[in-house]
T-cell receptor
Framework: GENVEQHPSTLSVQEGDSAVIKCTYS??????FPWYKQELGKGPQLIID?????GEKKDQRIAVTLNKTAKHFSLHITETQPEDSAVYFC???????????????FGKGTLLTVNP | GAVVSQHPSRVICKSGTSVKIECRSL??????MFWYRQFPKQSLMLMAT?????????EQGVEKDKFLINHASLTLSTLTVTSAHPEDSSFYIC???????????FGSGTRLTVV
């Protein structure tokens, strides 16, 4: 099955700095890579995702890059703010637009702390 | 994205009793829903895949007789923790997938405490 490794487990940055979280996956058939933000006591919230037909995707201060050959993908947050503090999870799945639902495998998470 | 409602958000029960958690897909007819468990400071671990009108598929190591899943309609899946014990205390989260559109959307989670 799929195995997703995520690093670092904790990350502390100063407000305004950039934060980078990296993940690797093992299943070459995986083609969907979402990133989730989870605040204490809440369910994960999708912040950005990327599919294997593109190498990079950006949404304001958040970007994700994907290297299919190396089987790794990264989350980049620029101009960090204290409200970005949370646990971030990467995940991987074989997505089938025809309707089949494959499992989503999560990394172990990164606790990001943005210091004012 | 898809809207997923999970209820209750918190529940405390006595050892030996059963607890039911509901997961509703409010704007999408979901033939499949997913149930996860998350212990403190850990990642989400998939427990089972809930299939509308048929039996759920459980992950290895998850007791199907303890964690009963019912997916009787396209908008509702329930997870019942039977004969709960303190070690079942955890955060339970459901998810719905809309492939190619919104991806996986998660409920707000249920904090179960067994005393």
């Amino acid at each position: 099955g799929e195995n997703v490794e995520q690093h670092p487990s904790t990350l502390s940055v100063q407000e305004g700095d950039s934060a980078v979280i990296k993940c690797t996956y093992s299943d070459s058939a995986s083609n969907y890579f979402p990133w989730y933000k989870q605040e204490l006591g809440k369910g994960p919230q999708l912040i950005i995702d990327i599919r294997s037909n593109v190498g990079e995707k950006k949404d304001q201060r958040i970007a994700v890059t994907l290297n299919k050959t190396a089987k790794h993908f990264s989350l980049h947050i620029t101009e960090t703010q204290p409200e970005d503090s949370a646990v971030y999870f990467c995940a991987a799945s074989r997505e089938n637009s025809g309707g089949s639902n494959y499992k989503l495998t999560f990394g172990k998470g990164t606790l990001l702390t943005v210091n004012p | 994205g898809a809207v997923v409602s999970q209820h209750p958000s918190r529940v405390i029960c006595k050892s030996g009793t059963s607890v039911k958690i509901e997961c509703r897909s409010l704007d999408f007819q979901a033939t499949t829903m997913f149930w996860y468990r998350q212990f403190p400071k850990q990642s989400l671990m998939l427990m089972a895949t809930s299939n509308e009108g048929s039996k759920a598929t459980y992950e290895q190591g998850v007791e199907k007789d303890k964690f009963l899943i019912n997916h009787a309609s396209l908008t509702l899946s329930t997870l019942t923790v039977t004969s709960a014990h303190p070690e079942d205390s955890s955060f339970y989260i459901c998810s719905v997938n809309r492939p190619g559109i919104y991806g996986y959307t998660f409920g707000s989670g249920t904090r179960l405490t067994v005393v």
